[in-house]
């Protein structure tokens, strides 16, 4: 017999009859999506409230380096590092950590917090960003090879005129005088990444070679390279 063809009381005692024989598994079943909701809603408000103690943790940090306290900065930096590391507050705070360890001449120090926010960066773009400084402080270093493996390992669409110029320069270095000027020219035919006036010190460095600054090369503003937080 069909259940379709049940009178209302026979079907009412089946159901009843599932009901008692499935009734721990239908428990168990709203327990656990009630520990999953409230689970989920927990973690929300944990991503919310770590997320607002960072962002209160970089402020200090942009107050320490507004106040000219390079000292004090670098202890928030390593706050932020230390206890939101998978933050992007922590991010942006290891690239402030090398910018203040470049004022002070520290270029191990200022390579060792690159290296922490090339890692965890979540962002492409923000990854491609600190390679480019990564390869400024080895070149800085003297490590021309580090340099160009860091830049020649960058999406082809990834702040393309400074690639090229940072190429050109590990080029320099490293005695390549061919490849430099190439690279060179190469970065004044993509402009749009170059901060204002960078292109008429990149001329500079390819006349110095005995190139040519591409015909079609203008002076673009573009945008700037430096992350928001």
């Given amino acids: 017999?069909?259940?379709d063809v049940l009178d209302e009381h026979e079907q009412g005692e089946l159901v009843?009859?599932?009901?008692?024989?499935?009734?721990?598994?239908i428990a168990a079943g709203i327990a656990l999506g009630l520990v999953l909701i409230f689970g989920w809603r927990q973690w929300n408000s944990h991503q919310a409230s770590q997320n607002e103690a960072a962002a209160s943790r970089y402020q200090a940090l942009a107050e320490a380096v507004e106040a000219k306290k390079p000292d004090d900065?670098?202890?928030v930096a390593d706050t932020l590092r230390s206890?939101?590391?998978?933050?992007?507050?922590?991010?942006l705070a290891a690239l402030q950590q090398a910018e203040i360890a470049v004022g002070k001449n520290d270029l191990a120090g200022a390579a060792?917090?690159?290296d922490w926010a090339r890692e965890h960066a979540q962002d492409d773009s923000l990854a491609a960003l600190i390679a480019l400084r990564s390869a400024r402080v080895k070149l800085a270093q003297g490590d021309a090879d580090g340099a160009l493996k860091l830049v020649e390992a960058l999406p082809a669409d990834s702040y393309?005129?400074?690639a090229a110029e940072l190429r050109g320069d590990a080029y320099l270095k490293l005695g390549r005088t061919d490849d430099a000027r190439k690279a060179y020219a190469e970065a004044l035919a993509n402009t749009a990444d170059m901060m204002m006036g960078q292109d008429s010190a990149l001329k500079m460095k390819l006349d110095d070679l005995g190139g040519n600054a591409p015909a079609a090369a203008a002076?673009?503003?573009p945008?700037?390279?430096k992350p928001a937080p």
């Avoid at 009843?16 to 598994?25: D, H, I, P, V």
């Avoid at 206890?83 to 991010?91: E, G």
């Fill in 1 to 3: 017999m069909s259940f």
């Fill in 16 to 25: 009843q009859k599932w009901l008692r024989e499935n009734a721990a598994a």
């Fill in 73 to 75: 900065a670098a202890k």
């Fill in 83 to 91: 206890d939101f590391p998978k933050s992007a507050y922590a991010v």
């Fill in 112 to 114: 060792s917090a690159l």
């Fill in 160 to 162: 393309a005129s400074s």
């Fill in 219 to 221: 002076v673009v503003v």
């Fill in 223 to 225: 945008a700037m390279e």
